[in-house]
């Protein structure tokens, strides 16, 4: 799974200029950075906030350099990836280089009580990301409930070691992927595995499985 970088775009300008950032920003149809995120779009007066998360690293700076150009508009990008322990920020001005940083996060002393330290710096990152990036994993208390997925899909393991039928395509699944809690799935750890399906799955460039509508999801059990 790859870290993520979180995002944070500043728009400033006029009602049809933010409009038009807008648009392109939720546009699927647009070849863009925005293509692969989950944009939150948040407008203010005479502002819009652009929220997303990208693979690894921010966008390049020549492609904020091009929003802002395009639509004529004031464009501040603040960005943190807290796998690598990176940040930074862009600032142009239709399309002409105003100010920039690139830095080594900043971290508390203390750590909480999961033994994880605090973003504590640079200053200009603190509440102006969405989030600081990095891998995604589960909250603490959802713990448990993966513990018992686990449990519910390891009890199919031993029933389903040996020869696969030969009418269904194997393939490797990871841990983290939507496949591996599904009970269509014929799991071989370590081995190729088979959707009784035969994968109606779609896939990311990666090859992750990313939404399907023939899942289904192993019950929780306590």
Not at 20 to 44: C, H, K, P, Q
């Amino acid at each position: 799974m790859p870290n993520w970088c979180a995002n944070r775009i500043i728009v400033t300008g006029n009602p049809d200029q933010l409009t038009a950032v807008t648009d392109f920003a939720r546009d699927e149809g647009e070849v863009s950075f925005f293509n692969e995120a989950d944009v939150d779009v948040t407008a203010f007066e005479g502002t819009v906030q652009i929220d997303f998360d990208t693979r690894w690293a921010p966008p390049e700076c020549a492609d904020i350099r091009v929003l802002s150009k395009r639509f004529s508009c004031h464009v501040i990008h603040t960005f943190s990836e807290a796998g690598e322990g990176f940040c930074g920020y862009h600032v142009y001005a239709c399309g002409e280089y105003i100010d920039s940083a690139s830095d080594d996060l900043e971290w508390s002393e203390e750590r909480d009580e999961y033994g994880y330290a605090r973003v504590v710096g640079p200053e200009y990152v603190l509440g102006n990301v969405p989030n600081y990036g990095g891998a995604r994993v589960a909250p603490y208390h959802d713990v448990w409930r993966i513990m018992m997925m686990l449990s519910n899909r390891y009890r199919r393991v031993a029933f389903y070691f040996g020869d696969q039928p030969a009418q269904f395509d194997g393939r490797a699944i990871s841990d983290d992927d939507l496949c591996a809690w599904c009970a269509h799935l014929r799991y071989c750890p370590g081995d190729t595995s088979v959707c009784e399906q035969g994968w109606p799955c779609e896939r990311d460039e990666d090859g992750y499985s990313q939404q399907c509508e023939q899942v289904a999801l192993i019950p929780l059990t306590v």
